[in-house]
Nanobody, 125 residues
Framework: QVRLVESGGGLVQAGDSLRLSCAAS????????WAWFRQDPGKEREFVAS????????YYEDSVKGRFTISKDDAKDTVYLQMNNLKPEDTAVYYC??????????????????WGQGTQVTVSS
């Protein structure tokens, strides 16, 4: 059974940085594509970033381009989201997700199959 556990969220000030981690277990993930989404209360879940299983291609939501970076460590089965220059509008619960079939590019509009429980990121102004 696939299990994804996010960590690294917290309360920071605008302009600060955070690195979220997503530890995966339960399967060999070498051919899984990865993504981060976020959701603010009362709003729909929003795509943030995705990465192909090879790591060769990444995709970002426009508002985070140049500030956020998705990466992974295959040896640790861990995916990261480095978030720099955080803004109050980045406040949300952040979820990692993975799927062996849905492409990283398609994850912009198609929700992946497997999800973590989320980690709260709060950015104060």
């Amino acid at each position: 059974q696939v299990r994804l556990v996010e960590s690294g969220g917290g309360l920071v000030q605008a302009g600060d940085s955070l690195r979220l981690s997503c530890a995966a277990s339960g399967r060999p993930f070498s051919t899984y594509n990865w993504a981060w989404f976020r959701q603010d209360p009362g709003k729909e879940r929003e795509f943030v970033a995705s990465m192909t299983w090879s790591g060769s291609n990444t995709y970002y939501e426009d508002s985070v381009k140049g500030r956020f970076t998705i990466s992974k460590d295959d040896a640790k089965d861990t995916v990261y989201l480095q978030m720099n220059n955080l803004k109050p509008e980045d406040t949300a619960v952040y979820y990692c997700a993975t799927d062996p079939i849905t492409s990283a590019q398609a994850m912009v509009r198609i929700l992946p199959h497997y999800w973590g429980q989320g980690t709260q990121v709060t950015v104060s102004s």
